[in-house]
């Protein structure tokens, strides 16, 4: 059967099959300084590299406070039916993690460049967004997006990590926001022990240059909007609003998502790969 899917589950460092596979060190100076990251920050902390699989991230989200009653299953395709039929609906949030391609990186820039520093706080913004400024932690921030800004925030455990990450980052600003995510030895223990269960071995983090990927969340916020989440982008984007009976696997989800970079990418003869995960209740 799998020689018939299209969106395979790879590791972080072996699903990128392009041939420009690492961003040369320039660009990637040049794209943390145009995103307004702290130096000290970026070189102060890095953490391994997560694997996008149900296995790594069911722990992570477990450990961190989600319940059980939520779970993230490989997504095999985007378009057959019988394979889509594997996943329970609706899905919460999706977790995404995608080649960082010369197209779609000028498409980023050119959506980004006019953006202010993003401003929101408080519980009247329809997502709590976080700027990344830990190094590789991309994977363990679009957990906390797709946990955080999704129904799935109703099954997070009193008084558990998510919980508390939750109510000290909400009325904070951009980079007190990204602090708390920051100083939490628990967030990066979990982060740490979520990474050694990945198909591949775990490398020392000597830098954060990664392979020129990056993980985007996609969800279906309480303002009934999909709002892409990813923490080195200028803020949260607003996709549109998916009517009551969508859900970010939806048609329209995928069109203003997933479909959207894909189209991009193709308009410009790129292929791109990617590796996506749902969440949504459990099975058992």
């Known amino acids: 059967m799998r020689r018939h899917v299209k969106v395979k589950r790879k590791s972080h460092k072996k699903h990128f099959n392009l041939a420009h596979q690492d961003l040369p060190t320039k660009l990637i100076k040049i794209f943390l300084s145009q995103h307004h990251y702290p130096t ?3 070189e102060k902390k ?69 953006k202010p520093e993003y401003a929101g706080k408080g519980e009247k913004e329809p997502v709590c967004w976080f700027k990344q400024t830990i190094g590789n932690a991309c994977g363990s921030i679009g957990l906390v997006h797709c946990c955080l800004n ?12 998510l919980d508390n990450i939750r109510k000290d980052a909400l009325e904070k600003p951009i980079w007190e926001r990204a602090k708390v995510l920051y100083d939490s030895d628990e967030f990066e223990k ?47 984007l607003d996709r549109g609003e998916l009517d009551a009976d969508e859900d ?30 749902a969440l949504a209740k459990s099975l058992d």
Not at 66 to 74: A, G, N, V
Not at 150 to 161: F, K, T, V
Request: aromatic share 8%; no cysteine; hydrophobic share 40%.
């Open 40 to 42: 000290t920050m970026t």
């Open 46 to 114: 890095l953490f391994s590299v997560l694997e996008n699989n149900p296995i790594v991230m069911n722990h992570l989200a477990r450990s961190l406070g989600l319940s059980s009653k939520l779970s993230f299953y490989d997504i095999y395709s985007l378009t057959d039916p019988d394979l889509l039929a594997f996943i329970p609906r609706p899905v919460y949030a999706l977790l995404v993690i995608i080649p960082l391609t010369p197209t779609w990186h000028a498409a980023r820039q050119a959506e980004d460049k006019d």
């Open 150 to 161: 999704s129904e799935a925030a109703e099954y997070i455990q009193p008084g558990s990590l």
């Open 190 to 236: 979990a982060h740490t022990k979520a990474a050694q269960l990945g198909d591949t071995a775990t490398p020392t983090p000597k830098s954060d240059e990664h392979t020129g990927q990056h993980f985007v969340a996609f969800v279906k916020a309480k303002d009934g909007h999909m709002w892409e989440l990813e923490g080195s982008r200028m803020g949260p």
């Open 248 to 277: 970010v696997l939806s048609e329209k989800a995928l069109e203003r998502g997933l479909g959207r970079l894909m189209r991009i990418e193709a308009e410009k003869g790129g292929d791109l790969r990617f590796s996506a995960i």
